[in-house]
């Protein structure tokens, strides 16, 4: 009797000492990190609603009508463009770029290469400020921190692009992104025999950042200011 009751003593001091070490070995060890966000999808895209809004501005302000259609809620970025151009070469921590020097040909075969198009610059206007005629996808007063513009702190580093999606606070009202500032996009529209581009740039300031804002360049020209993204059609229910 006594020695099973030494048994059980020393068992019972013996696991006494181990759940102590234990939790002082977790108690050392702090609490567990954050679980990482999953990356972002690249290739999402979102719905722009069918329905009426606001184009341009001072006298060439109208009213559009469009119906539904998705737009990348993403610039599409070097990694994407690389796995339909192979010739396309970058550095792979850039990966997450905007892809740029691409002519408004380019951006076209590869939005078709996804069974995809570039959007009209209608359809691109929408996209970016809604139905309410707003000057910027959030609202209609700037704001440094939404958008990269030539206004942004790149910390002592020249003026450029950074990845795609890095101003959350910049989301349009149907969710896309860097629809303000980052790089020019190109859309399908033409003025005369210029390529009408929106969107702005880290190269221009707020005033090109503006939804209304365009840019004509010759289709054939490429910058390494200028992106794009695509758009498809919306299936009808």
């Not at 069918?50 to 998705?70: H, I, M, Q, S």
């Amino acid at each position: 009797m006594r020695g099973n009751f030494a048994a059980k003593a020393v068992i019972a001091v013996a696991g006494s000492l181990l759940a102590g070490s234990m939790s002082d070995s977790l108690a050392q060890a702090g609490p567990k990190p954050p679980a990482k966000s999953p990356p972002a999808d690249h290739a999402a895209m979102v719905l722009v609603p069918a329905g009426k809004f606001v184009f341009g501005k001072d006298r060439a302000k109208k009213t559009v009508e469009l119906p539904a259609f998705l737009i990348d809620k993403y610039e599409v970025t070097n990694r994407q463009y690389a796995r339909f151009n192979l010739d396309h070469r970058f550095d792979p921590e850039l990966g997450n770029l905007p892809v740029t020097m691409v002519s408004q040909a380019d951006a076209r075969n590869h939005c078709e290469a996804l069974d995809k198009r570039l959007p009209t610059e209608e359809e691109w206007e929408k996209a970016a400020r809604g139905s309410d005629g707003r000057a910027y996808p959030w609202g209609n007063d700037f704001d440094v921190l939404a958008a990269v513009t030539s206004e942004t702190d790149f910390r002592g580093n020249p003026a450029q692009p950074l990845d795609v999606g890095s101003r959350d606070r910049g989301k349009s009202p149907s969710g896309a992104l860097d629809m303000a500032g980052n790089v020019w996009e190109w859309t399908e529209s033409h003025d005369g025999r210029y390529a009408v581009l929106k969107g702005g740039s880290y190269f221009e300031d707020r005033l090109s950042a503006q939804a209304t804002a365009r840019l004509l360049s010759i289709p054939e020209d490429s910058k390494d200011y200028v992106g794009f993204r695509c758009v498809k059609d919306a299936k009808k229910k």
